[in-house]
């Protein structure tokens, strides 16, 4: 039991990542705030331990709530792990629309303010924490055609950095993980309009990566764990690859 009653957010806690990350520490012991905009899979989870937000988190006021109401039911937040985000399907740079890049930027940029704000709030008062954000190795080995998901995945790890200086005097760290092509939903949205998806993943993903398989949601919940961790206790500002080699 690593994180016996520490309490964690989790947002993007219905996606791949997300939901692996709430089973692997609510088995370490944690109480988990699970966030996301869907919940299907998380309502199917039951555990005493788990409190489940369903709602968007690019409204302010949801966000703010969330944190409010979880240092009412617990004494302090001890985590915030971020894995909430979209991809982009690969596109030229000419035929991307200015929505396109506004709504990306939005959910994985300006979401990650909004809920490190409020982290930071209570995480400064308590003067203790952790802060997990998930960005992509893309934004160190980039792909063609990806170029407004791996800018904002490239912000976030800038951002994370930021606040790892900023908050260190609070006692509080900020890391981000990058990880490589993760065989979740998400891995197929990143195909070309035109393109098979599986073919894709298998021709484009899979072959990416040096250790010769794609990366598992597992991967991702252990390595987050860790971070979480008191092991990791003097780890800040750091940029974890967790990508089988693929950004050597
Ligand atoms: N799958 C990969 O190959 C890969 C590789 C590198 C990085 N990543 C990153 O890892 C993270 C997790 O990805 P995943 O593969 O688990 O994807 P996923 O699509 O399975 O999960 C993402 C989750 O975020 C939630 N979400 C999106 N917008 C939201 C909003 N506005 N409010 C609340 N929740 C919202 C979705 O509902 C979904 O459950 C993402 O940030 C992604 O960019 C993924």
């Given at each position: 039991?690593?994180?016996?009653?520490?309490?964690?957010?989790?947002?993007?806690?219905?996606?791949?990542?997300?939901?692996?990350?709430?089973?692997?520490?609510?088995?370490?012991?944690?109480?988990?705030?699970?966030?996301?905009?869907?919940?299907?899979?998380?309502?199917?989870?039951?555990?005493?331990?788990?409190?489940?937000?369903?709602?968007?988190?690019?409204?302010?006021?949801?966000?703010?709530?969330?944190?409010?109401?979880?240092?009412?039911?617990?004494?302090?937040?001890?985590?915030?792990?971020?894995?909430?985000?979209?991809?982009?399907?690969?596109?030229?740079?000419?035929?991307?629309?200015?929505?396109e890049w506004n709504k990306t930027m939005e959910i994985n940029m300006t979401m990650l303010f909004l809920t490190c704000r409020e982290a930071a709030k209570y995480m400064k008062k308590q003067q203790s924490g952790s802060i997990v954000t998930i960005a992509s190795i893309s934004a160190v080995r980039p792909r063609p055609g990806l170029q407004t998901y791996v800018a904002s995945k490239g912000g976030a790890e800038s951002f994370s950095r930021a606040l790892a200086i900023e908050l260190a005097e609070n006692n509080v760290r900020v890391n981000t993980i990058h990880p490589g092509p993760c065989d979740t939903n998400m891995l197929q949205q990143f195909t070309a309009k035109e393109a098979d998806s599986e073919v894709t993943k298998e021709e484009v993903f899979r072959k990416s990566v040096p250790l010769g398989k794609l990366?598992?949601?597992?991967?991702?919940?252990?390595?987050?764990?860790?971070?979480?961790?008191?092991?990791?206790?003097?780890?800040?500002?750091?940029?974890?690859?967790?990508?089988?080699?693929?950004?050597?």
């Open positions: 039991m690593r994180l016996q009653n520490k309490t964690i957010i989790v947002t993007g806690a219905n996606g791949g990542m997300g939901l692996e990350t709430v089973k692997t520490l609510l088995q370490e012991g944690a109480n988990i705030i699970a966030c996301d905009i869907n919940t299907n899979q998380l309502v199917m989870l039951e555990n005493s331990k788990l409190t489940i937000y369903d709602g968007n988190l690019l409204d302010e006021t949801h966000v703010q709530n969330i944190f409010s109401k979880t240092t009412e039911q617990y004494p302090k937040i001890d985590g915030l792990v971020n894995t909430a985000g979209i991809a982009q399907r690969a596109t030229p740079i000419d035929d991307v629309s200015l929505d990366l598992t949601p597992s991967d991702i919940a252990q390595s987050i764990l860790f971070l979480l961790t008191e092991e990791a206790s003097m780890i800040t500002g750091a940029a974890l690859n967790v990508d089988g080699g693929r950004g050597i």
